[in-house]
Structure formats: structure tokens, C-alpha cells
């Protein structure tokens, strides 16, 4: 399943400009860290070895290994300023800068993969969550948190609105429905699925733009830079104020979806794992 043409450079660059400054803006990916610990905690109580997937700064995974202090761990991340931040945050976890839709570990090496907020940045979602699936063992759980398709709804009917009628150049998100097909085409068995919204509060709409690039959530589509110049960023900006504000500021809605899905317990032969994988972390 094909999202979004994204420019993977381009993303790389941007979050490895905000690693610095994520964790401080990051309010929703705590919230939905905080749902991923207690989704875990019932879905794979038994899990020895973990991979995060575009672990970020690493907050997940280092609240993940203080509740449980024998997991054996690893992280990918596709920014090396990331994978930099994450080494810090949990440096009993092997950590390496690679793509989410390439894993750089053999086929069945971990019990548990989690991804939070991240698969949204990817072209092709099937592919990552084959990728899961391929280094998960058999009967192994992947849990996904990611944004769906309500997310940021008031930036895009405000640039819609001002652009009359042209879509937002922003990504598109996936529904809860897409989400399930998409984790069945990859071969992995449905178990659980829910979404919820988040808002965020902000002093206005350009609080909330500056709020997306200290984060690094600027678009990452090819050719598309910003909101398309500067008149139709101030459209945008007058138009969500005039919808959307109040004496409380505005609204950003996230739209999050959560799935656990599991590798069948009898599986067909997995794809061959990359050239130069790596096996899982040992238990410690």
C-alpha cells in the first residue's frame, strides 16, 4: 500500500535537526507511549527480545526497559540524530540507523516490535510491516501506534479553503480499515484495533506550523515545500484562526490508531533477511 511519494532524505534531515528539541514539543507521542506501554503489558506480558522501529529519541524503549529490566532490546531509526538521542536514552540497546521497510536483523529475531508514530513518514506501509513481521518469531506480537486519517483536519480544510479547493500538501493518513488490510496483506493475524483524537492547544495557527517543524513533521513530499508559498500560508493561517479559534487559542487534532496484530505461530518461509543482518540482542 502506497501513501505518500516521501522524500526519505528529506525526512532524515529533519528529524535529525530536531532530536534536540523533540521530547520538549512531543506531548501527543508521550500520550500515545503511555497507551503502547499499557497496550504491551497485556498483549506480550512475556516478550525477552524487543525492536523498536523509528524509535526516535528512545523515550519509548527507555520506559519500556525500566518496566522490565530483562528485556533485551535493539532500535532502528532512519535519522542518525535520532539513533544518537537514543543510544543515550537507553544505552542497553543496540541501536542503528536504517530504514523501517529494510531491517537489518535475520528472519524470527525478536518476540516483540513496536513502532510508535512513525509509519506515516514511510512510502509503502505493507512493506514495513513485512519487514516486522519477518524479524518477528513465530507467534511474536508487533504493536503499531501511527497518525491516521483525521489527523491535523483543521490545518488541511484550512489550506483547502484557501487554495480553492486544492488539497493540503500534506500526507495523506491512513484509516483504521486500511490499517487492518494492510496488516493482513503482510501476512500478520489481526488481534486488536482502536483510535482516538488528541488535541493539542495552541496560542494560534502559527503556533501550531512552528510546532510541526520543532518536531520535524514538515511535509516530506518531493517538490512541495512549506505551504506552497507565502501568500497561501497566510490564507491558511486566517482561515484556521477564523474557524477554529477561541479565547483557548486553537485546536490540533491528532488521530491516532493502535493495532496488535501477531506472526502465526506455522508460517511459509519469510523473505531472506538483507545482506550484513543482524541477529537479536542477547537476554541480559
Not at 523509528?54 to 519509548?60: C, H, M, N, Q
Not at 487534532?253 to 545482506?275: E, F, K
Request: with cysteine; proline share 6%; glycine share 8%.
Amino acid at each position: 500500500m502506497r501513501l505518500n511519494p516521501v522524500d526519505k532524505r528529506r525526512v532524515r534531515a529533519a528529524f535529525s535537526r530536531s532530536a534536540a528539541s523533540y521530547d520538549a514539543r512531543a506531548e501527543v507521542q508521550r500520550a500515545v507511549q503511555d497507551q503502547v506501554l499499557a497496550l504491551l503489558a497485556a498483549a506480550a506480558p512475556g516478550a525477552r527480545r524487543v525492536l523498536d522501529v523509528g524509535a526516535g529519541t528512545g523515550a519509548l524503549l527507555s520506559r519500556l526497559l525500566a518496566a522490565r529490566p530483562g528485556l533485551a532490546a535493539a532500535a532502528v531509526d532512519l535519522a542518525p540524530g535520532m539513533c544518537g538521542a537514543t543510544r543515550r536514552a537507553a544505552p542497553r540497546a543496540g541501536v542503528a540507523a536504517a530504514d523501517a521497510e529494510a531491517l537489518p536483523f535475520r528472519d524470527g529475531a525478536f518476540d516483540l516490535v513496536v513502532t510508535t508514530s512513525t509509519l506515516q513518514w514511510l512510502p509503502r506501509v505493507t512493506t514495513a510491516l513485512e519487514e516486522a513481521r519477518r524479524v518477528l518469531a513465530p507467534g511474536g506480537v508487533l504493536c503499531v501506534a501511527l497518525f491516521g486519517e483525521r489527523t491535523l483536519f483543521e490545518l488541511r480544510e484550512a489550506f483547502r479553503d484557501a487554495s480553492a479547493g486544492s488539497p493540503a500538501p500534506v500526507h495523506r493518513f491512513l484509516a483504521l480499515e486500511e490499517l487492518a488490510r494492510a496488516l493482513g496483506a503482510a501476512g500478520l493475524t489481526l488481534e486488536a484495533t482502536r483510535d482516538e483524537e488528541l488535541v493539542e492547544r495552541h496560542a494560534d495557527a502559527r503556533a501550531v506550523l512552528r510546532a510541526l517543524k520543532a518536531v520535524g513533521a514538515t511535509s516530506a513530499v518531493p517538490g512541495r515545500t512549506g505551504l506552497s508559498g507565502r501568500r497561501a500560508t497566510l490564507e491558511t493561517i486566517r482561515r484556521y484562526e477564523e474557524r477554529h479559534g477561541g479565547p483557548g487559542g486553537v485546536p490540533a487534532t491528532y488521530h491516532v490508531l493502535y493495532a496488535i496484530a501477531r506472526r502465526p505461530a506455522a508460517t511459509s518461509a519469510s523473505p531472506r533477511a538483507p545482506s550484513g543482518a543482524l541477529a537479536a540482542p542477547s537476554p541480559v
